[in-house]
Nanobody, 124 residues
């Protein structure tokens, strides 16, 4: 059982930056593709970004490409989501996710483990 704990959410003005962290425990971190999803009110949870097991490959949703950067540290068992040039439409609960078998642009059904989520609110 892998436990994922997100930190770093909060309130930010449009155009600003936030960095989310996801600390993993209880498993072998490096065997998982790590990803971030988000869910806005009254919307379905959607893919944001993913990073391969060794960090050599990354994938992004078109809506965040060029603004968000996913990374990971396999020694510290942590993944990160650097969010720059934030927009009001980025407001959502952001979830860290771990997938043992998949890679690329993941579906929610691919995910083996979820974090509890962290709120990101972008104001005008």
């Amino acid at each position: 059982q892998v436990l994922l704990v997100e930190t770093g959410g909060g309130l930010m003005q449009a155009g600003g930056s936030l960095r989310l962290s996801c600390a993993a425990s209880g498993g072998t971190f490096s065997v998982y593709t790590m990803a971030w999803f988000r869910q806005a009110p009254a919307k379905e949870r959607e893919f944001v970004a993913a990073i391969s097991r060794r960090g050599g490959y990354t994938w992004y949703a078109d809506s965040v490409k060029g603004r968000f950067t996913i990374s990971r540290n396999n020694i510290e068992n942590t993944s990160y989501l650097q969010m720059d040039s934030l927009k009001i439409e980025d407001t959502a609960v952001y979830y860290c996710a771990a997938d043992r078998l998949g890679s690329g642009i993941l579906k929610t059904s691919d995910v083996d483990y979820w974090g509890q989520g962290t709120q990101v609110t972008v104001s005008s």
